[in-house]
């Protein structure tokens, strides 16, 4: 099974899986709601079945359809459980997004109600129509606090208020409306509140393998395909000004103390005409690059995550700092009036994602994503450059050269490769060097 991540957060455990100070609700196993109850927005039912919590929600009423339900008790601890990992089916042609909500706890006032203005929200979308999948939720964020409020039913500290809210979305009728003769249902499997979450240090983002998206999703109206190997798409439509492609927590982790520089090889095939790098950890920061508008050939852009200023002149991040495991880029279109971002159609296709230690060279900047055909491979690889090659190196995961090539070649054979993961360095002229991940048959 295929693991998604989002930002977000849940609930508490009634029946207890410990592992740690983790906290887990395993609705397939216990057979049990928990605690959970139906929370609104036309939920037809909240109930048990063999595989887990069944939601479902018939096709009357209201068209714009938020089925969800809560928890009021949840007691979860905010100070340590600072991730949520949800596993679930979904079995609706029209569910597309998954909204966690929570009480701002800093707020010092309990709602009881998701209209409140004291509830924060994070969503991500989703696909239609999938089997088992595990989403995570990254609640890092100053309102994910404990709290004890005048209106709580108890004496603790603690985050209690949790609501999981499907949001549906039929292309017809326009963003997060559905069809008012349109049923749904989607199954929770397990909710875990987690006080970590383990990672994979990883610097290179190359989207070779169509069925691994390498911990991407998108958020605010993208949402991802992966037709063609060396290359992720984001389809995004014009529901939110702000469309973002996210790395999320539990996959991989970025040294950011290390890695200030940021290098995106994309196709830009839309109005969008500026991409920022967005912070980790809140407080609204932010850099960024102007980008192309409606340019169909590949290019590539060179982001500083340094403190300080970019070469524009903005801010730059100051928490872009210790090791990051969740960050996300941002693709806008300017508006000319000033104020927020035009909200448009289109797609990018992103080739290649890469960290360095170091400020990119100008050829690098003005290079042509380097492609490697076929991959995965059990033999001969293709590497498809605009400059000349010098020499390749294949690199497996510990970081052992495996193969050096030092010849003038455009091709490696790698029949000689046990089967797995390995990088390749390649050296080309004007100092330029790409990696490029590739999978061994």
Partial sequence: ???????????????????????????????NLLGWVEGGGNIGSATIVSEGLAIDWDGTGTTNRKPRIKHLN?????????????????NSNELTRVRILHFRGGDGTDPTNTGGAHTRYTSIDILPNTGSESYTFDLTNAQWTNYNAATD????????????????????????????????????QKVSFLTDLPSTERTTYTFDDTSDSEGFVGANGISLTQPTSGEI??????????????QQAGYYNVNADTYKYCRIALRNNSSKDRLNFVSPEGGNQFTGVNILANDS?????????????????????????????????????????????????????????????ESLSTASVNLISVKLYPNPSNGLI??????????????????????NQEA???SLDTSSLKAGIYILEINQE??????KRFIKK
């Fill in 1 to 31: 099974m295929k693991k998604n991540y989002i930002v977000g957060l849940l609930t508490f455990l009634l029946s207890i899986t410990l592992y740690a100070q983790d906290v887990v609700f395993d609705f397939e196993t216990d057979q």
């Fill in 74 to 90: 949840a007691n979860i601890d905010a100070s340590i459980q600072k991730y949520v990992e949800v596993k679930l089916i979904n």
């Fill in 153 to 188: 039913d108890d004496t603790d500290m603690d985050m209690d208020h949790i609501w999981i809210q499907f949001v549906t979305a039929n292309p017809a009728n326009g963003p997060l409306t559905l069809n008012s003769a349109t049923d749904g249902n989607v199954i929770i």
């Fill in 233 to 246: 798409e984001l389809d995004i439509n014009d529901q939110s000004p702000y469309p973002k492609f996210e």
């Fill in 297 to 357: 050939s590949s290019q590539v852009y060179d982001i500083n995550l340094n403190e300080g200023t970019n070469t524009e002149g903005n801010p730059v991040f100051t928490n872009w700092t210790g090791v990051q495991p969740t960050w996300a880029l941002q693709i806008v279109e300017s508006n000319p009036a000033g104020g927020a971002p035009i909200p448009s159609t289109g797609t990018i296709v992103i080739e290649e994602i890469i960290f360095s230690s």
């Fill in 382 to 403: 293709t590497i498809d450059s605009p400059l000349r090659i010098q020499g390749i190196k294949a690199i497996n995961q510990l970081g052992q050269v495996m193969i």
């Fill in 408 to 410: 003038n070649s455009n």
């Fill in 430 to 435: 004007n100092g330029v060097i790409s990696t």
